[in-house]
């Protein structure tokens, strides 16, 4: 089974970038990696998860997980910022263009910006701690800036972290041959049963007859809602009061 380390940067002592609503990077980014992680096991790709909570992981260790682990690629998953707040966009990064991960950063960048909306910031080379020391093809995704208002929301909004998760997942699925199918949609709230209004005085009469008729014998196959022949009637009737034996 095809294996990939996910990395859910920061996490624990260290939040990563702040946004202006004091959105911490660590946060968003475990949520949308995890939903990522979800939809790589819905189509039988094995997940290694360098955290699963708030909890602080170094980048050594980060790398230990998915090296010990024989993972066949590796992705971290990040929020940008900038100083001014204004920067946008989404751009993934790789140690090195030309290879493996290169093809993993252009997979993973054309399917988030095409589904979430961003813009193309671009596949760009950086030598990142978890780039260089996983001994795997490896990306470093910016899903968006967590600095600027504007994606702040986006990251922090369910249904766009699904989204992103989704994008990001069928990026690293596709360097499988696999392809992530759309989710299906929750079935729709059932409509309430009408309330049955009270049944009349004839309703009741009606019931308590069909009651009686049943435990005397005189009507069979109640179910039957065919209208009776006067002929059957008259069988009724002579089986309450004609001569018995
Ligand atoms: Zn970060």
Redesign the pocket.
């Given at each position: 089974m095809p294996k990939v380390g996910q990395d859910y940067?920061?996490g624990g002592k260290d939040s990563?970038?702040l946004g202006p609503n004091k959105t911490k990077?660590?946060d968003v980014?475990l949520a949308i990696g995890q939903k990522a992680a979800e939809y790589l096991r819905s189509v039988d790709i094995e997940v290694v998860e360098t955290r699963t909570d708030d909890s602080t992981v170094s980048l050594d260790d980060r790398c230990k997980i998915a090296n010990a682990a024989g993972c066949d690629l590796f992705v971290?998953?990040?929020?940008?910022?900038d100083i001014t707040g204004r920067a946008f966009g989404s751009e993934t990064y790789c140690l090195q263009k030309g290879g493996r991960g290169e093809q993993l950063a252009a997979a993973i960048q054309k399917r988030l910006t095409e589904a979430l909306g961003t813009a193309d910031r671009g596949v760009k080379e950086a030598n990142f701690y978890v780039l260089r020391y996983t001994q795997m093809p490896a990306a470093l995704v910016?899903i968006a800036f967590i600095s600027n208002p504007d994606e702040e929301a986006i990251l922090t909004n369910e249904e766009k972290q699904n989204i992103a998760a989704l994008a990001i997942a069928r990026g690293i699925a596709e360097q499988f041959g696999k392809e992530i199918p759309d989710p299906v949609p929750p079935a729709p709230e059932p409509e309430p049963e009408p309330a049955k209004p009270e049944p009349t005085a004839f309703e009741k009469e009606q019931a308590a007859a069909i009651e009686w008729c049943k435990k005397n014998g005189y009507i069979k196959n109640f179910d039957n809602k065919e209208p009776i022949t006067r002929e059957y009637l008259a069988v009724i009737l002579h089986r309450i009061h004609g001569p018995k034996g």
């Open positions: 940067g920061h990563g970038a990077e660590s980014v971290s998953y990040h929020g940008n910022s910016e």
